[in-house]
C-alpha cells in the first residue's frame, strides 16, 4: 500500500507527459501532505476497506463508497469512472453502470482505472487463488469490465499474492491469465517476453495511455527488474504517460516484492495518512480468506 502511494506521487508532475523531464523528479512534493489522496490511492484505499466489510465484498457496497469519494473528493477522476459514478448517483447498479458505460463506447473502453487499485485485493486473497480471481474481476467490473481490463487487473492482484510468498510477479501473471478464458494474446505474449524488454519497449508515450494493459505491463516489467525499487520506481515514474497510474502500480508490486524497507523515509514522510494504510494492509494479510 505504502509502495503504491508513492508510485502514485512520484508521477503526478509527470502525468500524462509526452516526454520525461528535463529533470527527473526524484522526490514528492511535500504540498502532497496537505492534498487529498489522488484517484489512484484513494480508491485503493476504498477497495481495501470494501474487502474488509464484515460481510465480506460486495459491489454494491464498493460502489457506495466510490459515489461518496466522488462527490466528497475526487481528485484525478478518469472519465471512465466518473460516468459510471454518475450513473451509480442515479441509482443504476454497480455492474450494471460499469457495463453500460463500456456498452456506449462500443466496447472499446479498457482504461486503467480498475488495474490500478487493484493490489489490495491481493494482500486480502493471497493465500487464495480462485477467490483472488473471482474478486478482483469483481471490483474491477464495478467501473471497468471489459475483459481487458478484469483480466489485467486480476493479473496484476495475482502478482501481488506471489511477490509476498516470495515467488515470480510474471509467472503468477500467466498463470491468472491462463485460468481466465479469452484473455488477450498480446497482452500474454509482452508479460512472457518482459525479462527480455526494456522500458522503452511498452508504449508508455504513445496510444498506450490510459491503457490498461501498458499500465499492467509497466507494473510487472517493474517487478522483474533486479535494480532497487527506488531506482526502477523512479524509471516508471520519470517516463512520463499515465505517470502516477503506471508509478502505483509498480509501486504496489515493488512493494510488495522488497518490502517497507526499500521505500526511502523521504517518500514515506510525506504520504499523508500514512498509518491509515498500514493499517489497512496489515489488517488484509491477515484477514484469513
Known amino acids: 500500500m505504502l509502495g503504491l502511494a508513492c508510485g502514485n506521487l512520484l508521477g503526478l508532475p509527470n502525468e500524462f507527459k509526452r516526454a520525461p523531464p528535463a529533470e527527473p523528479v526524484t522526490d514528492i512534493d511535500p504540498a502532497e501532505l496537505a492534498r487529498p489522496w489522488d484517484d489512484d490511492l484513494a480508491q485503493a484505499a476504498l477497495l481495501a476497506e470494501a474487502l474488509l466489510h464484515a460481510g465480506g465484498f460486495h459491489p454494491l457496497d464498493f460502489g457506495a463508497r466510490l459515489v461518496h469519494w466522488g462527490r466528497t473528493n475526487g481528485r ?26 463500456w456498452e456506449s463506447s462500443d466496447r ?5 482505472g480498475g488495474v490500478m487499485r487493484v493490489a489490495p485485493v491481493g494482500l486480502r486473497h493471497h493465500d487464495a487463488p480462485a477467490e483472488l480471481l473471482r474478486v478482483a474481476e469483481l471490483a474491477t467490473a464495478v467501473t471497468h469490465c471489459d475483459p481487458r481490463c478484469t483480466h ?8 501481488v499474492a506471489a511477490l509476498l510468498h516470495g515467488g515470480s510477479a510474471r509467472t503468477a501473471a500467466l498463470q491468472a491469465l491462463d485460468a481466465l478464458p479469452g484473455a488477450d494474446p498480446e497482452f500474454r505474449r509482452v508479460v512472457d517476453a518482459l525479462p527480455r524488454l526494456s522500458l522503452d519497449d511498452l508504449p508508455i508515450r504513445s496510444g498506450g495511455i490510459g491503457y490498461t494493459l501498458t499500465c499492467a505491463a509497466v507494473g510487472l516489467w517493474a517487478a ?13 515514474t520519470n517516463a512520463a504517460g499515465d ?26 514522510a510525506r504520504v499523508r495518512n500514512r498509518r491509515e494504510l498500514e493499517h489497512l494492509a496489515d489488517a488484509l494479510v491477515s484477514s484469513t480468506a
Open 152 to 159: 489485467s487487473a486480476s493479473a496484476v492482484a495475482a502478482a
Open 108 to 112: 472499446q473502453a479498457a482504461g486503467n
Open 224 to 236: 522483474e527488474q533486479a535494480g532497487s525499487l527506488e531506482e526502477t520506481l523512479l524509471a516508471v
Open 76 to 101: 484525478g477522476m478518469g472519465s471512465q469512472t466518473r460516468m459510471v459514478l454518475e450513473l451509480l448517483g442515479r441509482g443504476l447498479a454497480p455492474l450494471a453502470a460499469g457495463r453500460h458505460v
Open 243 to 268: 505517470a502516477d497510474t503506471n508509478g502505483a502500480v509498480a509501486g504496489a508490486l515493488l512493494g510488495a516484492r522488497s518490502g517497507v524497507e526499500a521505500l526511502p523515509e523521504r517518500w514515506l
